[in-house]
């Protein structure tokens, strides 16, 4: 650089330019994800004719006959009722399996309990969960408690693993540093624990309730009920009402689709609150 001559400062953008480009980045994803929802309608319409096209009508429906059976859904409040039945049985079980799975990983952490418990954890979780539905009806019987421990023993293990993930990552100078100041295993259990396990239990919970989800409406299937989302789904294949149970199973797409975002951007927002990355 000769003298005399000054070069041109960079600007750096500007918060707002910053929320601009996102907001921007926002708008072209969601645009972008109607057009293939579009381009996929418009396929399964041009392809959903006899027994000859790519989708037979006879096991996918035409997308008219899934739209009309969709509105009979909410119109006639059978959906509702449905909904909540499942909801309820996946958040309860939830809600049980998240505590154990996170006192075991705790429990699994020590010599001790890694000797004893972790063969056994490790046998258990290789078992297909959904192989064992005729021992859960035999021990439990047709109710309600069968459902909630089939779901919750598969929901379990995704909160032990991201639980020890998170009890492995956690540096142990900060740990020691915590007790020679006087803190009691109580509150490095909240301060340091929690805070490091925090993201790896929202991802677990973001895994969780969408599988929740699948296992209890293959049990409403498998175990006779009045009410669910799966015993919706079983009337209509009974009845051979095939855009009836389409629209039932697109109905579970979007839930579990609107849990996945709602659970990402918690996630999220709580990798920028902390400083640190997420995928989400």
Known sequence: MSLGTVEPATVAPTRRDQKAA????????????????????????????????????????????????????????EIY??????????????LLSAPVGILLAVATSVPVGRWLLEPLVTITYAV????????????????????????GGATMFLYYYAMRQAINEIDRRQLIEFRLLGASWLKVAKSLLLRAASPNLIGATRLALPLGFAIEIFAELRIPTSSGLGALLEHDAAAQNTAGSVAVMLFVLIIGYLLDLALGALLGRHAKSVGVGAIV
């Open 22 to 77: 996102r907001s921007n980045d926002r708008v072209f994803l969601i645009l972008a994800r109607l057009g293939l929802a579009v381009v996929l309608v418009a396929f399964w319409e041009l392809n959903s004719g006899g027994r000859g096209s790519l989708l037979p009508d006879y096991a996918f429906g035409t997308p008219s006959a899934v739209a009309d059976q969709f509105v009979k859904l909410f119109s006639s409040g």
């Open 81 to 94: 009722s449905s909904l909540w039945s499942t909801v309820a049985t996946v958040l309860y079980a939830t």
């Open 128 to 151: 297909p969960k959904v192989g064992l539905i005729s021992i859960y009806i035999l021990v439990l019987g047709v109710s309600g408690a069968t459902h909630i421990a089939l779901v």
